[in-house]
């Protein structure tokens, strides 16, 4: 059975078991399968099982928000916690709504590797830049 929820203050806002769920707030980030998997390999080999992956505003671009991700043990008051695929993710709850339907995932290819949010919310890019 798959169980998925968001936790802010220690408060349960959204709850999914298998198909059906039950929402109490509008964010949703889905973790596909080979990203969480990739990141439960590096949290080993890492000795950081206890760490949830922190996603914050690394910067401002002509796409809007730029965000990063890295490992975080500490969960602040202001946190909104997610679980999806067994990963837990923190964030806090002034981003949420951006990232609302965003996706993270694992990338493997010519361009290289690591972890990439797929937002479906980024407004695209219509200067003609490279960015």
Do not use: W
Request: aromatic share 6%.
């Amino acid at each position: 059975m798959t169980v998925r929820y968001i936790k802010q203050n220690e408060q349960i806002l959204f709850v999914q078991y298998r198909t059906k769920s039950i929402q109490i707030c509008d964010t949703m980030i889905e973790v596909t399968e080979l990203a969480a998997g990739e990141l439960k390999n590096l949290l080993e080999q890492e000795n950081k099982q206890d760490h949830a992956l922190r996603i914050f505003v690394a910067g401002m671009g002509c796409s809007g928000l730029s965000y990063g991700m890295t490992l975080d043990d500490t969960k602040k008051d202001e946190d909104l916690e997610l679980t999806s695929n067994g990963v837990k993710l923190l964030m806090t709850s002034e981003i949420q709504e951006s990232l609302d339907g965003s996706e993270i995932d694992y990338i493997d290819n010519e361009h290289g590797k690591g972890f990439v949010i797929n937002n479906p919310n980024a407004p695209k890019c219509g200067s003609g830049c490279s960015c």
